[in-house]
């Protein structure tokens, strides 16, 4: 199921969304299919892991996105090495809530 589809079935624009992406190297096509159908205004945040840096033939995908994301002026975003500081995990995802709440307000 694309990004789009789902997030049309399951979600409203009522909604709070807060979106980990981590998706062994397609945040990059799923963000561009959200931006595409208009379904990332949805987003309230998301954090963007790019695991898509770990295949050699899609090394431009990356800046593309962060060019487009410019382009459509979504700014609902950050960027997982920027975010996910602390000791342990649930300290690293604890960062990132409390990062993007401070932005939300």
């Known amino acids: 199921m694309r990004a789009t589809e789902f997030f049309q079935k399951y979600l409203s624009t009522d ?5 980990k992406l981590n998706c062994e190297g397609s ?9 595409e159908s ?4 949805k987003l309230i945040d998301v954090m963007i892991d790019f695991e898509i840096r770990k295949v ?4 431009s995908e990356e800046s593309k996105l962060l060019f487009r994301l410019a382009e459509s ?3 609902r975003y950050c960027l997982a090495e920027d975010v996910t500081i602390g000791a342990t995990h649930q300290g ?4 990132w809530l409390e990062i ?5 307000q």
């Open 15 to 19: 909604d709070v969304v807060i979106m």
């Open 100 to 104: 993007s709440r401070a932005r939300q």
């Open 56 to 59: 050699p033939d899609a090394a």
């Open 38 to 41: 208009g379904e990332i205004e």
């Open 92 to 95: 690293r995802i604890r960062n």
């Open 27 to 35: 945040e990059c096509m799923i963000m561009n299919d959200l931006i």
């Open 73 to 75: 002026g979504f700014t």
